[in-house]
């Protein structure tokens, strides 16, 4: 039997994680979450499952677990801008890096494999495109989205200590925009605001001119991977970029998303955030190269299935 801990094993992808890895009958998983952002509505197929254990907790305090784990997957923190800034914003940096610290210092007691979940926001305002892994990013330290940025870049830097100076087993995963089921229809990112406001009937709202560009990728594309990564050699630490290099404006993705579910919605402009990445793009030649992975899923059939999701989520709550 093989123990993991997943960290905001409540979330959008922590929850995908554990509902992928509890299918092998040979993964026993504890979720550890605070449900700031995560909900227990996400996981409660597997509450009752004898392998799986939720446990509430703030990873900015240290966790002691009373059984030895061989795996933990690092992914708490809010992820999305409305959620981890403003008043949040040094609770963010208080979880990238102390939370961090916490869950190197169990994998260091259990000396378990620890796979860190890092961003695309840790190339800032990127001045090279596509991202490569070797760009070492145009972050404003000072800036709304500084509390993500830097609190994972320093994350980053943690774990490469505690390998060099403990030799803890370490993988590093940069996550490009990633959407599908699970995500919170209420946490103001792109995909789930564009397809929650045209499912109510409601104004798809652009920040900016709608130029800017991101890469989506779907979330089962993003779990392979993020599986596959752990299962990689020991010497391979990464970073690796983890995302979908096809590129859109969010203006196209309007236009999509309104031509899936009601071509005659308009479409209204709202100011653009500062700081806020003018395109992303990931460069996967390393995971491709390493990690024999690429996404499978076009945004077209990703968006499609999301939008069922949605849909079904939607009337539940009506
Ligand atoms: N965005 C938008 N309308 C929205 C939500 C976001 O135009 O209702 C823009 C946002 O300004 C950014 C892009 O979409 O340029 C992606 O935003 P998201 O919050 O999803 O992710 P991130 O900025 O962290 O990449």
Known sequence: ???????????????????????????????????????????????????????????????????????????????????????????????????????????????????????SEVYGEPLEHPQKESYRGNVNPIGIRACYDEGKRCAES?????????????????????????????????VSNFICQALRGEDLTIYGDGLQTRSFCYVDDLIEVIIKMMASEDDFLGPVNTGNPGEFTIKELAELVKEKINPSLKISYKPLPSDDPTQRRPNISLAKEKLNWEPKIKLSEGLDKTIEYFAQKIKENE
Not at 27 to 49: A, F, Q, R, W
Not at 168 to 176: D, H, N, P, Q, S
């Open 158 to 190: 943690l774990f490469f200590d505690y390998n060099r100076i403990y030799g803890t087993k370490i993988k590093v995963i940069r996550i490009f925009n990633t959407y599908g089921p699970f995500m919170d229809p209420n946490d103001g990112r792109v």
């Open 1 to 119: 039997m093989k123990t993991i801990l997943i960290t905001g094993g409540t979330g959008f992808i922590g929850s995908n994680l554990c509902k992928r890895l509890i299918n092998d009958e040979n993964n026993k998983i504890i979720c550890v979450d605070n449900n700031y952002t995560g909900s227990l509505e996400n996981i409660k197929e597997l509450l009752d499952n004898p392998r799986f254990t939720f446990i509430e907790h703030d990873i900015i305090n240290p966790l002691e677990i009373n059984e030895k784990i061989d795996e933990i997957y690092n992914l708490a923190c809010p992820a999305s801008p409305p959620a981890y800034q403003g008043e949040k914003a040094v609770f963010t940096t208080m979880t990238c890096v102390y939370g961090a610290r916490n869950m190197l210092e169990l994998a260091r007691k259990n000396n378990a494999k620890i796979l860190q979940s890092s961003t």
